[in-house]
Every structure is written in C-alpha cells, then in structure tokens.
C-alpha cells in the first residue's frame, strides 16, 4: 500500500479485505458507486469468483460496467440497479466478505446518499451471508446533510453485535479536521 495506507478508509478496507478474499471466493460491494471497489473485489475472486454489486443510481450502474470494461474485468460481476437491504433477493450463497462506503456517489448528485434503516438492513444481511472468518468492512462518509444520523446508527448496531460471534474493530482518523471517514471491519467467528 505505499504511503498511503493510513491516508484513507479506502486503502485500509482494501487491505482488511484482501487478507481474506480469495479466488473463487462470492463477495459484494454493498455500494457500487463509480466501481473501484467492484474493480477490485473482482480481482480478489479471479473468474472463478463472484461479485454482486448494488447501487440505486444508474450513473453507478454506468461508471462501474465501464470501468469494468476498461479493465476486461466484466465477467462473474453481477451489477444490481437496487438497494444494498434487498442482497438477500440476490444472493443465494455465502460471502467472505462484503464492502460499504456510506454516503454519496463521488461527482454525483449529494442529495442520493445512503441512509441509517436501509443501511442497517444490509449490514443484517450480509452478517447472516458472511462465511466463518468473513469480514464486513463499512467506510463512514458522515460530512453530509444525514450522514451524522447514518453514523450514529450504524455505531450504535455494531457496538451491539454479539462478541461471541463476530469482532468488530472501530478506526478514527483523530487527527483529521472535518468529518474523517470512521471505518468498522466486523469480522465473524
């Protein structure tokens, strides 16, 4: 990761994830937005994996398959113009991970953003997806209009997770001006 590993949650996410993520492995990026995380969980999984990706926006749905595109990566990449509390619909077999960036579409409309309920229904059901030793990582974008709401809920479910069964693990960026993303990786026993 270079330098910029403690830059950002992004960089840390990918990190966690990929200690666990394999080939073959079936993952979801919970909030597709323009891809990269996509992009990168289907190179975690290699063809022989699987990727579900959720977003309600169609700009999401479009960046992603073009990014995907770009890299010759759109093959066992399933992209779901719906939201992240409706996985279960989608996904029928268990995970080794799934990936949240809470907030707005980058460059798009900040008036979209992903909210506490819906938001705590995804976590729910990835939880009940997840594989033993899984993890679920959720990157908290919260310097938006609802964003300190969509903090304050998610915070407060996974700080009630059942130690028995799953280890969460909180990072703050404390020495970081203006609303620093919070990262939570949960990972199941």
Avoid: W
Avoid at 21 to 29: L, M, N
Avoid at 69 to 88: A, N, Q, R
Avoid at 93 to 115: C, R, S, V, W, Y
Avoid at 120 to 128: D, G, P, Y
């Amino acid at each position: 990761m270079g330098s910029k590993f403690l830059t950002n949650a992004t960089n840390l996410s990918k990190h966690i994830v990929s200690q666990v993520v394999k080939a073959g492995d079936c993952v979801i990026d919970a909030t597709m937005g323009n891809g990269n995380d996509t992009l990168f969980l289907r190179k975690l999984v290699g063809s022989s994996g699987k990727v579900f990706a959720f977003d309600i926006q169609t700009t999401a749905i479009n960046n992603t398959k073009a990014l995907l595109m770009v890299h010759g990566l759109h093959d066992s990449v399933e992209l779901i113009h719906g939201g992240h509390e409706d996985m279960d619909l989608y996904v029928h077999e268990n995970i080794a991970a799934a990936m949240f960036n809470l907030g707005f579409l980058p460059k798009g409309d900040h008036q979209i953003i992903t909210n506490p309920q819906t938001t705590i229904q995804a976590i729910e059901k990835a939880l009940l997806l997840l594989l033993p030793n899984g993890i679920i990582t959720i990157s908290i974008y919260y310097g938006h209009e609802g964003g300190l709401a969509e903090k304050d809920a998610v915070l407060r479910f996974v700080e009630g997770l059942n130690q028995r069964e799953f280890s969460v693990l909180k990072l703050d960026f404390i020495n970081q001006k203006n609303c620093p993303p919070v990262l939570i990786a949960i990972e199941k026993r």
